[in-house]
């Protein structure tokens, strides 16, 4: 059941298999984008219903994570930066079929003063992101976050490659530069 003849998976279990396991990384994505957990969640669901909606598009054997990446960039720049919210039809039922509300789980908390220490470092490295000019952190993001290579973020960001490189080496700077103060003060490097 839920095959198509021939034993072949249908669209939707093609889909949930290829694309439902990068939920958390999209919603660490959209979250990155949008800064703020509500707006992120909508974005996420709108990325997904519209990568079910075209994931006939899809090319199997390609990353789908990038593709995903991409679909949800698109719909930040598109609809979210000009306030326009779009809503996307999704077949009847599948909004319940998959739960969202379950998009992220903790990691087991064993050793306190570790979990502090990332969590601080976290929280210094994410600011210092958030703080990037929009076009810098979404080069970061993509690149050093979710690990896109070159090709697959100019894509997802429609720019040429070598203006992901430039912005990927000028975000880096901006990063290393506001950290910098971070790091002299808590003793990690000299002034």
Not at 121 to 130: F, I, M, Q, Y
Not at 160 to 178: C, F, H
Request: proline share 5%; hydrophobic share 35%.
């Amino acid at each position: 059941m839920g095959e198509k003849a021939g034993g072949r998976p249908n669209q939707r279990e093609l889909f949930e298999q290829q694309a439902m396991p990068h939920l958390d990384h999209l919603y660490t994505a959209a979250l990155h984008l949008t800064r703020n957990p509500a707006d992120a969640k909508d974005l996420l669901q709108d990325t997904i219903l519209r990568g079910y909606r075209f994931f006939h598009q899809f090319t199997p054997g390609t990353n789908c994570r990038a593709w995903l990446l991409t679909i949800l960039y698109n719909s930040f720049r598109n609809e979210y930066r000009r306030a326009a919210r779009e809503k996307v039809s999704a077949p009847e039922n599948f909004e319940r079929e998959i739960d969202l509300q379950n998009l992220r789980s903790d990691p087991p908390q064993n050793d306190p003063e570790s979990n502090l220490f990332d969590k601080l470092l976290d929280h210094e490295v994410e600011s210092a992101l958030d703080q990037l000019p929009e076009e810098f952190r979404a080069v970061i993001l993509l690149v050093d976050i979710e690990e896109l290579n070159y090709e697959e973020a100019a894509r997802a960001l429609s720019v040429p490659v070598g203006t992901v490189r430039s912005r990927l080496s000028r975000g880096r700077a901006m990063m290393r530069e506001a950290l910098r103060s971070f790091a002299i003060a808590k003793g990690y490097i000299r002034s």
